[in-house]
């Protein structure tokens, strides 16, 4: 069934159609853990991804736990918004238990002039991406690229359909160590290069948030 619009006020703008982006800033202390954690004991799974990267290190059940420890919430919250935005608000998360079941995880270790093309995740319905650790130096090269009328090194891109009158398709973030964006994983994104030395680092998870009454 569709959901069916009942004015609150007399006057509104709302956003009902298009994709739920979720923004969420990860505690120090956690960035600390993840960053700790990395190891090279961990699978090399960069032939199996688009990235074109250094390193694409597979998280153990270990490193799941840990991530889910800081950035599950988040995701299970982000599950619930979307619900309720899809339902004109006609969603109660307190009728509802969830279960997150994280289908993959991984860090990506990005250096100079590597790159991760237009892609979108399968076998999952929301990917998210937190940053652990960027190149020193690198607002430097941000300074001068904000000069260009499109700047864009180092950055992530989302898109979604096509440009039209009063719906926009696209847009970019400039990483910040600690920052974390939830997204469909239906959602076609990608990672432009930079040029200063060092390693851009971040983690993904692709997951699953299941629902039942409560
Ligand atoms: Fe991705």
């Not at 569709?2 to 923004?23: Q, S």
């Not at 969420?24 to 961990?42: E, G, H, I, R, T």
């Not at 926009?168 to 040029?195: E, L, Q, T, W």
Request: glycine residues 6%; hydrophobic residues 35%; aromatic residues 14%.
């Amino acid at each position: 069934m569709a959901p069916i619009f009942k004015p609150l006020k007399d006057k509104e703008f709302f956003t009902p159609f298009g994709p739920v982006m979720g923004f969420f800033k990860m505690p120090p202390a956690f960035v600390d853990q993840m960053n700790a954690a990395m190891s090279q004991q961990l699978a090399d799974h960069s032939d199996h991804l688009v990235g074109k990267v250094s390193q694409e290190l597979r998280f153990d059940q270990n490193l799941i736990n840990l991530a889910v420890s800081g950035v599950g919430q988040a995701l299970v919250e982000y599950h619930a918004f979307a619900k309720k935005r899809n339902a004109f608000g006609d969603y109660d998360p307190s009728t509802k238990r969830y279960e997150l079941q994280v289908m993959s995880g991984w860090f990506i270790r990005q250096f100079e002039t590597e790159y991760n093309p237009l892609h979108i995740h399968t076998g999952c319905t929301i990917s998210c991406a937190g940053y652990l650790n960027l190149p020193e130096g690198i607002e430097a090269e941000w300074e001068e690229d904000y000069k260009d009328h499109h700047p864009s090194h180092g950055h992530i891109q989302f898109a979604h359909g096509t440009d039209a009158a009063y719906s926009f398709s696209n847009f970019m973030a400039k990483p910040r160590v600690g920052d974390f964006y939830i997204f469909p994983s239906h959602m076609f994104h990608c990672v432009y290069p930079f040029y200063t030395k060092g390693e851009r680092r971040s983690f993904s998870m692709n997951v699953v948030v299941d629902e039942k009454d409560a």
